[in-house]
Structures are given as structure tokens and as C-alpha cells.
């Protein structure tokens, strides 16, 4: 029998302006951009894209599924895609956070997608445990030598695959894992305990790795529960949108007199009860736990005042048309948090919504309080953590604001 033929390299060409995109280091190639592609291609396919010249612009992971077509892993001068190449950028990746941590603190971001050089693709630390979230259908035929990589590397004790929700696996390919499965040791063991308990600043949290949020916990936040722990002595805290209680549990150990988190979900809410039972002996506080809708409890509840309030809802603003919606909902809110804020009292108004830039969430809460017509003063904004970089517009999604009354 013969040999099925090699098939030839996919080729693409772009539109002038994707090109110039390219140039200045956007990693991503959308659909309606492409001009010319030789040939069909399988999702993970490396893709070279050439220029109107016919000379070489860039190379990436080809995802036929997905408005983001090309995911570039290389641009300039051609280079070969190989496992030594790959085994490089992970090796970048590690000497990036190099000094960011001491033995206080092992559950951190290790791979950040595009901003490390993996497009599509992070990989997050908890203690032994590492948490490897795919966003691209390219990289599922790649999981086994990736995984290998990661293992070899970083000596793990196991590795979690998560996938996001746009990938549905159920039934497409059931030669490759699944949301939720192990990668290492191997596919079908036992799964790890769960939730994996990890330290961040000194303070024990557990990470549900298997159906939490993003990876099991929001690490990108840790820069900004450190800054709430430094303002929280002598304050009543309202946590809003708590979650599993990140912000409470280091205002508590930073002193303040009592903390409560406001949540829709008994599920988080009981998590955060859970993360100050691991930190009982730091985090000494009264703490209350209230069920309910955060603006609806905000609008109905106007006489409780607190010193220190927390902000970090849920992304408003999934996609851009909903960015004018979202800067409304986020001024909204502020002005809510705002009226239970007491005099010499502190705000801080989180968003992790990509379409509504830092400046715009800014802006939206300093509207808020003037409306008040109280004096205040803006004295921090934040962006991203240290392990967290973004290198372009895109992917700068996180940002806060400290206002003082």
C-alpha cells in the first residue's frame, strides 16, 4: 500500500491590514481577514502566513472552528516550530516570574495565553498541583507532548486539564480529554483531591481545580487583596460579589472589626466560610455572610454603612456591544456601594470586562461620586498582576479603582 501523500504547507495570505497588525505584534488573525489559503486544515495545523510579496510574515495555530483563525506563535524572520522551540518559551515563561514569590506564595499564573507565547492557552499553580486551561481547539492535539513538557519542567504531581466553555468536547473527539480530566500522571487516574488547598501571601485558600471558575480561584486579583489587607485596620468591610472570600480574609488578618460577604451563591458563600476556617488563627473577625443579588441588596438596604467596600463583580460586558451597557451597570453599582460607604470611608471598584478599558471604568465611578456630592480622592488605580502580563489591548482586562470619601 502506498503511502498517504504529505500534505503541503498551509499557506495563508492576509488583508493589508492584518498584515500591518502582524508587524506590531497583534498575535491574533480573525477569519474575515484572510485573502488566501491554499488548502483545508485541521484545528492545531501550523499556518504560514505570508505577505504580498510572497515573503514570510508569521506562523500560528490554525483553528478553522473559531472567528480567531490564527493564533501567531511567531512573526518576523521564519523559524522552525519545533519541541526545542517550544520547550524555550516555556522556559521564558518560568524566568518571567522568577523572584515574584517567596515559600509564602505557591499558587500563581505560570503560562498568561498570547502575553507568554501561548496563544489561547494558560497554566496556572496550585502547590503541587498545576491547572492547564485551553480557549483554542488547536491546542487539543497537542495536549500529550505539551503536558509532557509541563511535567518534565515543573515536576508536578498532577496536571488538570480545564476547557472553556466554547469548546464543546462531549462527543467530538473522545480520543482526547475533557474538561476536567487529568493530563498527568495519566488520563483515567484518580482524580486529584478536591478542592487543592494552596498558600497565597502566608493566608491558606482552597482552588476547586475541577468545576471552580477559571482555574479554581482568581489569582488575579492577589495584588489587590494585599492593598485591601493594608487599608482594612479599623474598618467594617463589605465584601460584595465575594465569592469564595479573598478580599474578607486578608481585611481580616489586616484587622478589620468585622467583614461581610455579599453573594448570590450559597456555593461561594460556603467556600468563603470554609477559606476563613483555614485562616482562623490570622484571621480573627467577625464575619457575616449574606445570600442575596448585590444590587438588589445595595438599593434596599441603605442604612448599613461600612468603612471599607469591595466592588469585583462579574464581567459586565462579554463582547462590544455590550460595552455602553456595562460602563452604565459599573457606574450603577458605585453609586450603590457609595451610599454605604461612611464618612473617611474607602471604595474599591473592580472590573474584569476587556471591552470596557481602564479609563472608562475610572471615569464611571468618579461620575458616581460626584453625584453623591461628597469630596472624595482617588488615590490608587491597579491593573495587572506581575504573572499576569498583557501585551496588547485585548487581553488588558483587569482594573481597579481606591476612592476615599
Not at 71 to 89: C, E, F, M, N
Amino acid at each position: 500500500m502506498n503511502a498517504e501523500p504529505k500534505k503541503p504547507r498551509l499557506r495563508l495570505r492576509v488583508s493589508p491590514v492584518a498584515e500591518t497588525q502582524i508587524r506590531a505584534g497583534h498575535p491574533w488573525v480573525f477569519a474575515g481577514s484572510i485573502r488566501d489559503q491554499n488548502r483545508a486544515a485541521e484545528p492545531g495545523e501550523l499556518a504560514v502566513i505570508y505577505d504580498r510579496k510572497d515573503e514570510f510574515l508569521a506562523v500560528g495555530l490554525f483553528d478553522p472552528d473559531s472567528p480567531i483563525r490564527v493564533r501567531i506563535l511567531h512573526a518576523g524572520k521564519p523559524r522552525v516550530i519545533d519541541s526545542a522551540w517550544w520547550k524555550t518559551q516555556l522556559e521564558k515563561a518560568i524566568e518571567r516570574r522568577r523572584g515574584l514569590f517567596d515559600e509564602n506564595t505557591n499558587g500563581y499564573r505560570v503560562i498568561n495565553g498570547e502575553s507568554d507565547g501561548w496563544p489561547g492557552l494558560v497554566l496556572d499553580r496550585y502547590d503541587s498541583t498545576l491547572v492547564l486551561k485551553i480557549y483554542s481547539d488547536a491546542w487539543m492535539s497537542r495536549l500529550k507532548e505539551i503536558s509532557g513538557w509541563i511535567q518534565s519542567r515543573l515536576q508536578p504531581r498532577q496536571i488538570v486539564l480545564r476547557t472553556s466553555r466554547n469548546l464543546e468536547r462531549a462527543g467530538k473527539h473522545p480520543e482526547f480529554p475533557r474538561d476536567g480530566e487529568l493530563l498527568f500522571p495519566k488520563r483515567g487516574e484518580k482524580y486529584p483531591e478536591n478542592p487543592i488547598i494552596f498558600l497565597e501571601s502566608g493566608l491558606r485558600f482552597e482552588a476547586d481545580v475541577l468545576r471552580g471558575q477559571k482555574t479554581g480561584f482568581f489569582l488575579d486579583q492577589r495584588e489587590n487583596r494585599r492593598a485591601v489587607e493594608s487599608l482594612a485596620r479599623g474598618r467594617t468591610v463589605l465584601n460584595a460579589f465575594s465569592f469564595s472570600g479573598g478580599f474578607s480574609v486578608y481585611a481580616a488578618r489586616g484587622g478589620a472589626i468585622s467583614v461581610t460577604n455579599l453573594d448570590i451563591s450559597a456555593h461561594a458563600l460556603a467556600s468563603a466560610k470554609r477559606n476563613f476556617d483555614l485562616n482562623a488563627a490570622t484571621a480573627r473577625c467577625p464575619h457575616e455572610t449574606i445570600q442575596a443579588n448585590a444590587f438588589d441588596w445595595l438599593g434596599a438596604n441603605d442604612r448599613r454603612k461600612f468603612d471599607l467596600i469591595i466592588l469585583d463583580p462579574p464581567s459586565f460586558a462579554k463582547r462590544e456591544s455590550e460595552r455602553n451597557k456595562a460602563i452604565e451597570a459599573y457606574e450603577k453599582l458605585a453609586l450603590l456601594g457609595l451610599r454605604h460607604l461612611s464618612p473617611g470611608g474607602i471604595l474599591v471598584a473592580c472590573s474584569c470586562s476587556a471591552h470596557v478599558s481602564a479609563e472608562e471604568l475610572f471615569d464611571a465611578v468618579k461620575r458616581s461620586a460626584k453625584k453623591t456630592g461628597r469630596r472624595f480622592d482617588e488615590f490608587q488605580t491597579t491593573r495587572h498582576a506581575p504573572d499576569h502580563p498583557a501585551t496588547f489591548k485585548e487581553a488588558e482586562y483587569l482594573k481597579a479603582i481606591y476612592l476615599k470619601i
